[in-house]
């Protein structure tokens, strides 16, 4: 975990102080990036706790498109939920479930869903050379329903080959808590999405 231990090197070297919403402060720098090879290992950070259990059972959660954590199994949404467990329409309702309206030949409009992860997996499947593989979480009409704004907004994946990459964009990433569960997270959902398409995850 080369690049993760760089990284934070880096910030604390180079960061600039700032103030945030928490009132606690950061140490930021804007827009860094980093690379994990998964044909070398699975990229799981050693160098502090990370719950692994939590971190799949997240992603199964936000996969199944829930919003409650009654259904997750783990505490880690719990600070932020309501008391019956409701977060809003948070990363799995934007995944599986994104409200579009259509049109009707009379003219009125019919809410419907769009499914972005089945989306994405026949892209994958049918549409390899497609530079629209794209699952965003940020759905700009929903924010203020949001109990935590997404922090991992978007990711890209493209196929090359038999080789599948997935690009992640992070509007907002926590280096000591966060990012270690993020790189676990998207590293996890790569495999699952290679395995489902018969790609080999890069």
Not at 21 to 43: C, K, N, W
Not at 48 to 58: A, Q, R
Not at 94 to 122: C, L, M, P, S, Y
Not at 148 to 158: E, G, V
Request: one cysteine or more; aromatic letters at 10%; hydrophobic letters at 40%.
């Amino acid at each position: 975990m080369k690049q993760y231990l760089d990284q934070l090197k880096f910030i604390l070297e180079n960061g600039e102080e700032k103030t945030d919403r928490t009132g606690t402060g950061t140490i930021s720098v804007f827009g860094m990036q980093a690379r994990y090879d998964l044909r070398e290992g699975f990229p799981l950070v050693t160098t502090k706790k990370t719950l692994i259990k939590s971190i799949i059972l997240e992603l199964l959660w936000f996969l199944r498109g829930s919003t409650n954590t009654n259904d997750l199994g783990c505490g880690i949404w719990d600070a932020w939920a309501k008391e019956d467990g409701s977060l809003g329409p948070v990363y799995g309702y934007q995944w599986r479930k994104w409200e579009k309206f259509v049109e009707n030949a009379d003219g009125t409009f019919t809410k419907t869903h769009v499914d972005q992860i089945a989306q994405i997996i026949d892209m994958l499947k049918n549409k390899k050379d497609s530079r629209r593989i794209i699952v965003s979480a940020w759905n700009v009409a929903d924010i203020d329903k949001m109990a935590l704004p997404p922090c991992h907004a978007f990711f890209q994946l493209n196929v090359a080959g038999d080789f599948v990459d997935l690009q992640l964009y992070q509007r907002s990433a926590d280096m000591a808590l966060g990012v270690p569960f993020n790189i676990a997270s998207y590293s996890l959902l790569l495999m699952m999405l290679a395995q489902e398409t018969g790609l080999t995850p890069r």
